[in-house]
């Protein structure tokens, strides 16, 4: 009795063992399988979508600016997971729709300038410029934001409408915090007009992953990472060459050029920190001159990418940069830093990253349709506070 019993043992080990490897197999074959129709799955939507793209796109090289955008021109730009159209006036604006742009304007017209925030990353209506002009029919709303601009092409952009006998009663400018990256490092003057031209840069190539070949599995990874994100875990929204945390071009506004990496400084040769920032004041103040000439006022709008919200605080120094500048110069100052970092306060202990959640598009540092709700709100106190004028007296541009 004792011999079987011993005997026993090993047969129910190997049993043991073969049950194992074949459970094994098992779920490393269910997981091959549905990795497998998972990656024809996005192979077909993927083809679909590269085919839908074949539109040229709306964005040219501009002698004076680099690039601009087309006149009348319609296109659909992808931007990350999403798609939404884009379309142009007659002067190369972002617009609701195309349309021909009188050289004046019977409204009150709102000149915007900016760069990628402002052109909007989403659709025109849930963008804050859309969503302004929605909100205040009776003032002509003209968007001058375009991707990578800097206060070197916001001056541009109004000289040129100005050049064209265009004409507007304000200019509100939404300063970014990369622009002072941009101008110490990207824009280059080659003229004494003030044309720009980019230095060669060395960016970080985006790199596509497998993953985003996979389109089921990347949405489960991308939910899972939502819930790392809601929890605090910051690091989990970035992806490939986009750093939403501690990025390298924002930095500055809360460390000081002994604390910046030397690949963080890179971003900011051969002029540094303070001379980018001495050089969009530049920009700025010449801009303002140039409006004050013909009576027109500037007002200054500025924001803060998620690194602000989670490193700064609401008297950040780009906030205080700017709110001197416009001492003197400004119709309107408005900052958002207050607004954004309140929501923060407001996430319960449990998930302290809510609020990246809910403003701005995961994996990016651009604003959601919630994010853009916010920025229209409280710049549309500023407009019905002070409203733009239709100015009547204007001199003649020289």
């Known amino acids: 009795m004792k011999q079987e019993n011993v005997s026993s043992v090993p047969d129910q080990r190997g049993r043991g063992w073969f049950k194992a490897v074949v459970l094994l197999i098992s779920i490393c074959g269910s997981i091959l ?25 709306c964005l040219v090289p501009d002698p004076v600016r680099h690039h601009g955008l087309k006149p009348n021109c319609s296109n659909v730009l992808h931007w990350g997971w999403d798609s939404f159209e884009v379309q142009t006036n007659s002067l190369g604006l ?5 349309r021909e742009v009188p050289r004046v304007g019977d409204r009150p017209r709102v000149l915007v300038l900016g760069d ?51 004409e507007f009663d ?23 007009f003030g044309a720009v031209t980019q230095r060669a840069e060395t960016k970080v190539k985006w790199r596509p992953s497998f993953i985003d070949h996979l389109l089921i599995t990347n949405s489960l990874w991308q939910f899972c990472k939502r819930m790392l994100v809601g929890l605090g875990l910051y690091g989990f929204a970035s992806v490939d060459a986009i750093y939403p945390v501690d990025a390298p071009r924002s930095a500055w506004t809360y460390k000081n050029s002994s604390e910046l990496s030397s690949f963080d400084k890179t971003r900011y040769s051969p ?12 920009k700025m103040t010449l801009m303002w001159e140039e409006l004050k000439d013909r009576n027109i006022p500037i007002s200054v709008v500025v924001y803060p990418w998620p690194a602000q919200v989670i490193h700064d605080t609401a008297e950040s120094r780009q906030v205080r940069i700017w709110r001197e500048w416009c001492e003197g110069r400004c119709k309107r100052f408005v900052s958002l830093f207050p607004t954004f970092i309140a929501v923060k306060s407001e996430c319960p202990r449990s998930e302290p ?10 994996g990016d540092i651009h604003y959601n ?10 710049v549309s106190r500023s407009l019905v506070e002070a409203p733009p004028v239709k100015l009547q007296v204007r001199r003649s541009s020289q």
């Open 33 to 57: 399988m549905f990795l497998t129709l998972d990656w024809l799955h996005s192979r077909r939507i993927l083809r679909a979508r590269l085919g839908s793209s074949s539109d040229p796109s």
């Open 94 to 98: 972002r617009d609701q729709h195309i």
């Open 116 to 166: 990628s925030f402002t052109f909007g990353m989403l659709a025109w209506g849930d963008s804050y410029v859309g969503q302004i002009a929605a909100r205040f029919p009776q003032y002509e709303i003209l968007n001058g934001g375009v991707e990578s601009y800097s206060p070197s092409n916001y001056y541009n952009t109004t000289r040129l409408l100005l050049a064209q006998g265009v």
């Open 170 to 192: 304000e200019v509100i400018v939404f300063i970014d915090i990369s622009d002072v990256s941009d101008e110490a490092h990207i824009y280059e003057d080659i003229d004494s």
């Open 271 to 282: 002029l540094g920190v303070e001379g980018g920032i001495a050089k969009e004041k530049l």
């Open 353 to 362: 990253g809510c609020w990246y959640l809910r403003y701005f598009i995961f």
């Open 369 to 378: 349709l919630q994010g853009n709700a916010m920025v229209a709100d409280v």
